[in-house]
Structures are given as C-alpha cells and as structure tokens.
C-alpha cells in the first residue's frame, strides 16, 4: 500500500503542478480556475478591476481546497480508508482528525484573510489600496477605478503574455502586471523602466517576430507604490514604449531587435515628416486603425508630378489613417524578401486600393 500511496501523492503533485502553472492545452481546453468559475467572476472587459480582485480570490481558495493539502488529505483518506484504521491505531486515537484539521489551516487562514479584504466592498483588497494610492483631489477611489475599467478595454492598450500565470498590460496611463494572486499597477507618469537584461527566446516556428526576451524592472517615482519586474518579447517592445512617459533606462546598452516591420514604420516615419505638410480646415476624427489619435494623413500624388512612369493614382479619401498605422499597413503590403525597395514601393490606399508610394503622404498640420 506504501508504494501506491507514493504514486498517487506523485500523480497528485503533477495534477497541482498543472492547475498551478496550467500548460497551453489546459488553457486552450478550458481546464482552468477562471474558465470553472466564470459565472461568479463575469467578464474581465466589463469591469477589469473587480474581475482581478474577484480572479485572485477565487485562485486563492481554490489553490487552497483543492490543490493543496484539504483536496490531497481527502483523496488519499477516499482511496485507502483501511489508512484511517492504521494511522489512529498505530499513532494516535486522533491521529486523521489532527491530520485533517492541519491540513485545512492554510484555508482557515485564507478566508480569514480574504473576508478582511471583502470589507467595505473589496477596499482592504491590496489592488483597491495600490489605486487608492493614487486617490487626489480631483480623482477619487471610484474614479480611477473607472478610468482603468475603461482603459483595460480600449483597443489600443498594449497586452502580452509572459507566461501562462502572468500578463503585462499598458494602457495610456497605467501599466498593470496580472500575476495568479497578485495584480502591480504603477501609472506610467511614475514609472520608470531599466532594461535588465536580454536572452533569446524559442523560436516561434512560421514567425517573423525576432525571438529575443527582455527583462524589465520598474520602479515607481511614488515611494509608497511596489515596483516590480517583468518580461516581455522584443516583438512588442515597439508598441510598449510608445506608450511610456519616462525614457526608459538602458544603462548597459543592450540592444533590442524589434521586428523588421517596426524598424521600417520608424523610417517611413521619418521620411514623411520631411515631406511638405498640409493644412485642413476641418476637425479630423479618430484613426480607424488604433482609435488612439486623430487621423493626420492625407495621401495626395505629389509624385505624379515628378515623375509620369508613377504607377500611383490620385484618391479623394478623406483622413482617417494617422502616420503609424499607415506605416504599418504600408510595411504590409511589401515584399520580406526585398527589403531595400521598400522605401521607393507603394502600396495600395487603405480605402479606395488605388496605389500610393512615400512621396504622396502628407502629414496633417495641428
Ligand atoms: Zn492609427
Ligand atoms: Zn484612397
Ligand atoms: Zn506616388
């Protein structure tokens, strides 16, 4: 019976091992706390701060009752209840009952705990106090709690994944690492990001993106608010410094290979301010592409005049690109293979398709 119980204790550490640190086919298949628990938990888009107070209490208990000692206790006492028999004989006449009742303390305590962050409606939980750090004349609790709802569900934050446990989101003003029992909000006019270190990354089989990892730490300007340190993949690394308020600190520059198309919307970008600017008289609306700034692009052929083989054609869309997301649209359309023609290719419009090349982009002026 002693090996038995060996090898169920074994199967039982790698059942926890999985609902701990689930593999990409437990989570493809649903198979995890969040997905069993979605009825009480709702939805993350609707209302993001109280979807990650109520997620990490709900991976705390249940880490608790099922994965750690109660849920192990239970299934070892089912499976072998001649065990019971042996252990109050041999040991102690209360040998299980003691066994039983250490085995639920770290639940005990979790609940003590978890109702003292419950009170007040979840204010003592630690994410309701880092925001609460935050609270200032003109924002209170509430507030801030709803301007990081809304920017959570904005299209245009920054999310990656940087393991199965653990993502890294940067809105416009806050930049929040989701760990299992664990959120770390800083807001990005505090934080401040030192580049650690660097390491190559498995290759992603059918990727463009280079394969490098990038270890950050950040630290907040506001003494009383935690730092923290993350990872993130150099493909993304673009996106996510643009939406950074302080530089960022590389003292032991370290180089960061973004991906190819990135470093062209950095060109494109530059050679399009060199172009002549145009005035409208009417208010732009949003970029249909990242809905984060207003359109300031006009495509215009300016190169028909220079040059009659052009293979451009004239278009009267109005604005409603601005300058990096037609970059990358741009970037999109040309040929990886032939890299050093990009620059004098063209692309088709992303409205009417009739073609453009880099001499007919007009930024719009303020
Ligand atoms: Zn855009
Ligand atoms: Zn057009
Ligand atoms: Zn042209």
Redesign the pocket.
Known sequence: MFGEICCCTLLYVLFSLVIIFPPQEAISSGITIENLMNFWLGSESHSFIYYQIKRTVVTLIGHCICYYLPGYVTTIFFLYPSLIEILNSSYHPWCVQIIAAVSLFPLFVTSFVVLSWRKGGWKNHPLAQTIALYISPEKSLLSLTEEINNECFRIDKVSSEINSISRIIATENWLIKITSYKIHLIALRDALLVIESTQEAPIIPNSTSPAQLISIRVTSLKDSVKGFTFKVNSSIWGDLEKKLVNPVVNTKHLVIHQTLADRFVAVFEEAVQKNPKVKLQTEQDSCIGCMGVKANIVLD????TV?DK???RQCSCKPMWCLTCLGKWFAARQDPNETETWLSS?APCPTCRS??????VFLIEE
Not at 301 to 304: E, G, I, Q, T, V
Not at 355 to 360: P, Q, V
């Open positions: 052929r300016r190169c028909l040059n052009s293979s451009c063209n073609k453009f090349c880099l001499l007919d």
